[in-house]
């Protein structure tokens, strides 16, 4: 018998409302459902099935129907089995369609955290950095949590190669929770009797006699770091000190130029540092210097007008003027037809912000000298002297501008360019130019260094010099040879004298062509200068 065919068991019903067909199995009939194509429901009775026109045997051929069949069919010669196909199982649709946006961001948001996470344990594991005082327990417990959070972002954020990357966050999480344990500095707990109380009467503390008359001073300072700062130095033999800066009402904004600027006016110990004491005031240790408290009480007059020293606990308090770290308007400092033009600047240049004092320096460089000449020729005089100042090109310049009196400056950059020939740095050329203006002789033995270093760039100056160079090269002539030479034939042919001439004379044995016409050329100039 042929085998019956699984439509048949199926009723063919019509959607009432859009029409569309369907089939569904005989045990769906008196239950309701819904429609695939308009999602419209109804129930399954006599009026949606479709009928289909009833016909007798013979009235259509059909080879369907031969199923029907209730006697067995004669059966043909059997065909060879041709072997079927197998296809694999088609894939999702998921692993082509592009990760969304969501878990991309997700994911990056993931390492960003781990990445921001082990900066702070790296850089805010510091005396007086973010995490100071925090335990190594609290660490752990820190990045615990950030591991487990960045592992559950990026998991959702890859949902095609989640074992990747799995494999990548879980080995990131543990250079994460290790990093509390190579960096340690700052985990032991600060000392609670250190800080500032909050709403609590202070307490004398037990090493301290109860009559102290600084207990109360001491503890709304937390003068404990100091301390132990002081008694560090006295355990290593140390020579230097350290003094307590209670700095109040200091901006955020303002305590690295702060800080950078008690460290070059001192010479401080790098290792100086902020503690936070709330309401905008901080101690700042300052560890490694030689000045007395009186001596560190006019450095920091410089930050505000309320000083009040307390040698009972090393400690200077100064009341911040933070209005002193605000430049002036940029379109007035810049303005030189405006007239508070000079005076804004003059102000600049006694800001305790490097970088604001030598803006003020080029735009006073490039200003007709006016007005505040001798006051501003003193401020620049004493930035050219500073250790501190990496600007001195640019100051030279704007000394060679405002010197209005010989003498001091070119001292100032005299000794200036002594330290930087016997240090091997760069010598700024405007540092020897404003010697050179300033006429001062002790440039000669220095510039004619400069030269045998090299002449192209010193040719110039040295020239500028005038007849006291002279005797040096005359002096150091026998002694060159090449480019050398010949910068020395010209230098001669601008500055030298009578004496100058037998020297060029006798070089003219054995010289060649370039040489002589070099020569031929100082020596008419030379004779020019003398009238003959």
Avoid at 338 to 365: G, H, T
């Amino acid at each position: 018998m042929p085998q019956s065919n699984p439509d048949d068991l199926l009723l063919l019903i019509r959607c009432p409302s859009c029409g569309q067909r369907f089939k569904v199995g005989e045990d769906l009939r008196g239950r309701t459902v819904e429609c695939g194509s308009c999602e419209h429901r109804f129930r399954i009775n006599d009026e949606v099935i479709v009928r289909g026109k009833k016909f007798y045997p013979g009235e259509r051929r059909d080879a369907s129907l031969d199923r029907f069949h209730r006697v067995p069919m004669a059966m043909g010669t059997p065909t060879p089995a041709v072997p079927t196909v197998r296809y694999a199982e088609p894939p999702s649709p998921a692993n082509f369609e592009p990760t969304p946006p969501l878990r991309i961001l997700a994911a990056a948001f993931g390492f960003v955290i781990i990445v921001l996470m082990a900066l702070l344990f790296i850089l805010g594991a510091q005396r007086g950095g973010t995490l100071d005082g925090m335990t190594t327990e609290n660490r752990l417990l820190m990045a615990g949590f950030t591991a487990l959070l960045a592992t559950t972002l990026i998991l959702y954020g890859n949902p095609k190669t989640r074992f990747k990357a799995g494999l990548i966050a879980l080995l990131m999480s543990a250079g994460l929770i290790a990093l509390p344990f190579f960096f340690t500095q700052g985990s032991a707990p600060l000392d609670q009797a250190n800080l500032p109380a909050q709403g609590v009467p202070p307490t004398p503390r037990s090493e301290e006699p109860a009559a102290d008359p600084n207990a109360a001073l001491r503890q709304e300072i937390g003068t404990g770091p100091l301390e132990d700062e002081i008694e560090r130095l006295k355990t290593e033999g140390s020579t230097k000190t350290a003094v307590g800066l209670w700095l109040r009402d200091l901006r955020e904004t303002n305590r690295i130029v702060v800080r950078d600027y008690i460290l070059r006016t001192l010479k401080a110990d790098p290792d100086t540092h902020y503690y936070p004491r709330g309401n905008g005031d901080f101690l700042m240790v300052v560890t490694g210097i030689d000045q007395s408290l009186t001596e560190v009480a006019a450095v920091v007059g410089a930050l505000g007008s309320e000083i009040r020293n307390h040698p009972g606990i090393s400690v200077v308090e100064v009341k911040v003027d933070n209005s002193r770290f605000l430049e002036g308007p940029i379109e007035k400092l810049n303005d030189r037809e405006d007239p508070a033009f000079y005076d804004l600047n003059k102000r600049e240049l006694e800001s305790i912000d490097m970088q604001r004092v030598s803006k003020a320096v080029k735009r006073l460089a490039d200003a007709e000298p006016s007005v505040y000449r001798a006051d501003i020729t003193r401020k620049l005089i004493a930035l050219l002297s500073a250790d501190w100042v990496d600007f001195k090109g640019d100051v030279a310049r704007a000394l060679s501008v405002w010197s209005e009196t010989p003498g001091p400056a070119g001292e100032a950059a005299l000794a200036v360019l002594r330290e930087a020939i016997t240090k091997g740095g760069t010598v700024p050329p405007d540092l020897v130019a404003l010697i050179v203006k300033e006429r001062n002789p002790g440039i000669v033995p220095l510039i004619d260094e400069l030269w045998h270093r090299n002449p192209t760039q010193w040719e110039s100056l040295y020239a500028d010099v005038g007849n006291p160079a002279e005797p040096t090269l005359i002096r150091f002539f026998p002694q060159t040879d090449g480019s050398l030479r010949q910068s020395a034939v010209r230098l001669l042919g601008k500055v030298g004298g009578a004496e100058s001439l037998p020297v060029l004379e006798a070089a003219t044995a054995g010289a060649d062509a370039e040489l002589k016409v070099l020569i031929e050329k100082s020596v008419q100039a030379i004779r020019s200068r003398m009238g003959e």
